[in-house]
């Protein structure tokens, strides 16, 4: 075999193993959207086997001895040809997965399982010391984790990695404290603001039918295909690609709230187009595949945030919304609408947190799930810590442990390292978009026309398109000339939010 009929082997090695997790994803769409609820428990079987042989695939020794003589050989060479990244990429992944002994990976299923019930349940009753058993063996085999997978500077590295492959926690670290020491002033300014928004427009009565009727209608205006994806509905939004040519994106409708599905449908577009701007004819490489979480975060954001919450966006779409909704926003005005979808106020859930206190909600997790990893945190000690965090960075104590530290399904589930891929989307998609306004010249009109596909064509030729080929720093360090920085961030909040609030 020579190395082109061995790397021909290599793609379609993967390519089988993704048409086997596309499989499993179109189960886990139909089990979150339409499955009755009596399939449970087949559907938790069928997805079970599925898995079983989508992890003997990605461990199988003939795609490492595969990929032992790929490396050494020429096509390896160019780590941002497609054939290198595929190489570089494929064997990473091959390696973690044989590193982590066949008793972890049961015992951390079988631990999160367990403990996903545990939670679920404590929240509802607001019962930590009956999930705490539970949390502290989910952090034991955590750590254990860390020390199979291997790491430079410390365990946490080896969780985060997972997530944002090529990230270092120290690094992450040092820009989330000085975001959080530029966000805590911040916040306190715009709280103590004499102007505030007014939020009670939202909370009015907006029909579900039209509000699924608008958030078709604007994404698709945004450039989300709809010849290759669909919108739904969810108890938990997301988005999932079941193939190269059918992104499924998802909402939720309150008719009482009209940002929930609007501002959820532009955030999951945004997950969207990134997937549908990948190759498609390298579905299942890592050269038709996402960043990392963090990347895919940004692109979401943009189109949620820097894009969805503009002024001249909204003086595009105002008038559109008034036709959809009448009776809601007849009396309201253009400004009046844009200040209450940028309403600012700190508060204990992350979920429902605004887009500038959402990153300290970040930051405190971040903290505290890498002193866990440390060793420096107890878990009994976890609620006093959280609650004395939110009142450092956010000024607000929880009453309670069930709207404090047992809020997200996060630490049960073990994904332990995932939380700060949040703020650093948010991170990147400021970065990015400050290149991007500068190299479109007039952005504010364009966005006032109704025109997005400058801005999309953009994202496809410098972020899209690459796949894999690039990791995250990487691609902000060529695309922005600079490594990840707090400023550009900061700076796209208070070009917002100053003139709002008239700081
Ligand atoms: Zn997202």
Redesign the pocket.
């Known amino acids: 075999m020579n190395d082109d009929t061995r790397y021909r082997s290599l793609c379609e090695h993967l390519r089988q193993t993704a048409i086997l997790e596309s499989t499993q994803a179109t189960l886990e769409w139909d089990e979150r959207t339409m499955m009755p609820r009596a399939a449970g428990a087949y559907r938790a079987e069928q997805i079970g086997y599925l898995a079983g042989l989508i992890h003997q695939r990605r461990t199988a020794p003939e795609l490492g001895e595969l990929l032992e003589r790929l490396r050494e050989s020429s096509l390896a060479q160019d780590p941002h040809s497609a054939a290198g990244c595929n190489i570089h990429w494929a064997w990473h992944d091959y390696q973690k997965q044989r590193r982590l002994p066949q008793r972890l990976v049961e015992a951390i299923s079988k631990a999160t399982i367990l403990g996903q019930q545990a939670w679920s349940q404590a929240r509802s009753n607001n019962d930590f010391p009956n999930f705490l058993p539970h949390l502290r063996t989910i952090v034991e085999l955590k750590r254990e984790q860390a020390e199979a997978l291997g790491y430079e500077h410390e365990p946490y590295d080896a969780l985060l990695d997972q997530y944002e492959p090529g990230a270092k926690t120290a690094e992450v670290a040092e820009v989330l404290s000085r975001l959080r020491t530029e966000l805590v002033p911040f916040v306190h300014a715009i709280t103590s603001a004499k102007r505030q928004a007014p939020f009670e427009i939202l909370t009015r009565r907006y029909p579900i039918a039209a509000q699924r009727a608008f958030a078709i209608q604007t994404t698709k205006q945004m450039g989300f295909d709809y010849e290759r994806g669909r919108l739904d509905e969810t108890d938990h939004p997301f988005c999932t690609s079941l193939g190269p040519h059918d992104c499924r994106i998802l909402t939720r409708y309150d008719e009482h709230y009209f940002s929930s599905a609007f501002f959820g449908s532009l955030?999951e577009a945004g997950?969207g187009m990134y997937d549908q701007g990948l190759p498609a004819d390298d579905f299942g490489l890592p050269s038709g595949s996402y960043v990392s979480l963090g990347i895919?975060?940004s692109q979401?954001r943009l189109w949620e945030n820097s894009v969805g919450r503009s002024r001249p966006f909204w003086k595009w779409l105002y008038p559109q919304a008034q036709t959809a909704f009448p009776a809601a926003l007849a009396d309201v005005c253009l400004d009046d609408f844009h200040f209450a979808v940028n309403h600012v106020s700190p508060s204990l859930i992350r979920v429902e947190a605004d887009e500038v206190t959402y990153n300290l909600h970040i930051v405190i997790r971040f903290e505290l799930e890498r002193e866990l990893i440390r060793g420096n945190l107890q878990a009994a000690d976890l609620p006093q810590a959280w609650n004395d965090a939110y009142e450092a960075n956010l000024g607000i104590r929880p009453e309670n442990d069930a709207e404090g530290v047992l809020q997200d399904i996060h630490w049960s589930a073990g994904l332990i390292g995932y939380f700060p891929t949040y703020t650093l989307?948010n991170l990147y998609a400021a970065q990015f978009l400050q290149t991007a306004q500068h190299e479109l010249g007039d952005w504010n009109g364009a966005l006032e026309r109704g025109e997005f596909s400058p801005l999309l064509e953009w994202l496809r030729a410098q972020i899209h398109r690459h796949g894999r080929r690039y990791r995250a720093g990487e691609l902000v360090q060529r695309i922005s000339g600079r490594p990840l920085e707090s400023q550009p961030l900061m700076e796209s909040l208070h070009e917002r939010f100053d003139p709002l609030y008239r700081l």
Do not use: L
């Open positions: 955030h997950h895919h975060e979401s989307g």
